[in-house]
T-cell receptor, first 114, second 114 residues
């Protein structure tokens, strides 16, 4: 199984600033995803990170607010732009192995916006 | 609308006791059903994955069942331990191939007390 790490693990940010979250997978994965999990809620898919091209966003999420990069098969970044308190959440990176259809999750980044 | 519902929402049991968590889904087309364990402050970790043709699958003290006719699944935990305290999330995969989407339940929060 793949091991996924994220940096930072948590951060407290001021309103109006941006934060970039890094995701590193220890092996090549077919697909990478970014999820948001608000307190007491389930996971919501933000977007699928595509290698070398623009990410595919889910309804309600836009590139200007959540720009995503995936320069290679093992690394991706998610930026939360122009943050507001409503962006306070846990952001999780995930990778899927296309051969076995297994999907792994990183430990999450806990973001608090003041 | 694709939906995954779990019950109970939360559960408290004594160490050493067994428990069963329930999952009902309305997802089409069905690909597979997964149970994840999510410890507080961590990302979800896969416990089991079952396809349409599988009725049961075990992983140590965890046993998942699937009834594809009634669209129900259960996760049975035997001889619970304090470390079993976590959120258990039922996830149904919709569609086929590497591009299928995961539909997340809201989870059952389990607390195991000494």
């Amino acid at each position: 199984s793949a091991v996924i790490s994220q940096k930072p693990s948590r951060d407290i940010c001021q309103r109006g600033t941006s934060l970039t979250i890094q995701c590193q997978v220890d092996s090549q994965v077919t697909m990478m995803f970014w999820y948001r999990q608000q307190p007491g809620q389930s996971l919501t898919l933000i977007a699928t990170a595509n290698q070398g091209s623009e990410a595919t966003y889910e309804s309600g999420f836009v590139i200007d607010k959540f720009p995503i990069s995936r320069p290679n098969l093992t690394f991706s970044t998610l930026t939360v732009s122009n943050m507001s308190p409503e962006d306070s959440s846990i952001y999780l990176c995930s990778g899927r192995d296309g051969s076995y259809n297994e999907q792994f999750f990183g430990p999450g980044t806990r973001l608090t916006v003041l | 609308k694709n939906q995954v519902e779990q019950s109970p929402q939360s559960l408290i049991i004594l160490e050493g006791k067994n428990c069963t968590l329930q999952c009902n889904y309305t997802v089409s087309p069905f690909s597979n059903l997964r149970w994840y364990k999510q410890d507080t402050g961590r990302g979800p970790v896969s416990l089991t994955i079952m396809t349409f043709s599988e009725n049961t699958k075990s992983n140590g003290r965890y046993t998942a069942t699937l009834d594809a006719d009634t669209k129900q699944s259960s996760l049975h935990i035997t001889a619970s331990q304090l470390s079993d305290s976590a959120s258990y999330i039922c996830v149904v995969s919709a569609g086929g191939g590497a591009t299928n989407k995961l539909i997340f339940g809201t989870g059952t929060l389990l607390a195991v007390q000494p």
